[in-house]
């Protein structure tokens, strides 16, 4: 068994490996291919760019507040598709008048509802990103919070009546370690997700003080080597938080078991 375990560890990491090397190796041919530094930088040029800022305060300050925006956002949808769950398990009627609401925010054009909460908040380049996130964030946890509340066996829900648990060991004991894993395994996707939009949203109002801000600037003074490493920087990122997420799930497997 452990050296099954290992074998297809080793696996993973070999293929993990292979695809780095296969996206190194595009990234080359598309630097030859086009031969202009404008359109495509070099991979060594990007490189000593995201050294530098690895060294810069004003790096650190941008990724921390997109970073915490970012968190904020997702705590925010968290928050209310909880709610909205909730609700939902009134009755078929709850559910009926929550669809349409999370159907219109689902199908808005990121881009365009960007322009218009910019405009709403009086330019506010801090805020308006926050609700674009919430807003794209949203309809999404919640479908994954109604799937998991969804999918809990009736039986076991009958059983718990059966036998007298109450309302407290019901949702700790057995709901909350039964949606829990579903809820986990997502998490790690959609927070780095959630960054995704949040450096879109402040590349296009220009936010100062954000990932998207400083591409945005490095953008307009044609600094493309800059606004690689910078690329490069949030995919690590969002790497990170894929990786401490799964970690995560880890800690919420054994909650699982002793629940």
């Not at 359109?39 to 300050?61: C, H, K, M, Q, R």
């Not at 909205?84 to 009134?90: A, D, E, K, M, R």
């Not at 999370?102 to 909460?117: D, E, K, N, S």
């Amino acid at each position: 068994m452990l050296k099954k375990l290992f074998s297809q560890r080793a696996i993973n990491i070999i293929c993990s490996v292979a695809a780095l090397v296969i996206m190194w190796l595009i990234w080359i041919i598309a630097y030859y291919s086009v031969g202009n530094k404008l359109i495509v930088p070099s991979f060594s040029e990007t490189i000593v760019s995201f050294w530098n800022y690895l060294g810069d305060g004003a790096f650190w300050t941008a990724v921390g507040n997109s970073l915490l925006r970012t968190l904020l956002s997702f705590v925010v949808s968290f928050v209310l598709a909880a709610a909205f769950t909730v609700f939902g398990l009134l009755g078929s009627w709850s559910k009926a008048l929550i669809k349409p609401i999370t159907v219109v925010i689902r199908t808005l054009p990121t881009m365009a509802v960007i322009l218009i909460i910019f405009k709403m908040t009086n330019g506010n380049k801090t805020l308006s990103p926050v609700i674009v996130t919430v807003l794209v964030l949203f309809p999404m946890i919640y479908s994954q919070l109604t799937a998991a509340v969804e999918g809990i066996d009736d039986g076991v829900r009958q059983m718990a009546r059966v036998y007298g648990v109450s309302k407290r060991d019901r949702l700790f004991k057995i709901y909350l370690p039964l949606v829990s894993p579903a809820v986990f395994s997502q998490t790690g996707a959609n927070i780095s997700l959630g960054l995704k939009i949040m450096i879109s949203s402040e590349v296009l109002v220009n936010t100062a003080r954000g990932l998207g801000g400083m591409m945005q600037e490095n953008s307009m003074a044609a600094a493309v080597a800059n606004l690689a490493a910078l690329t490069v920087a949030a995919v690590v990122l969002g790497l990170i938080i894929d990786v401490a997420f799964s970690q995560l799930k880890r800690i919420n497997s054994k909650w699982v078991k002793n629940a």
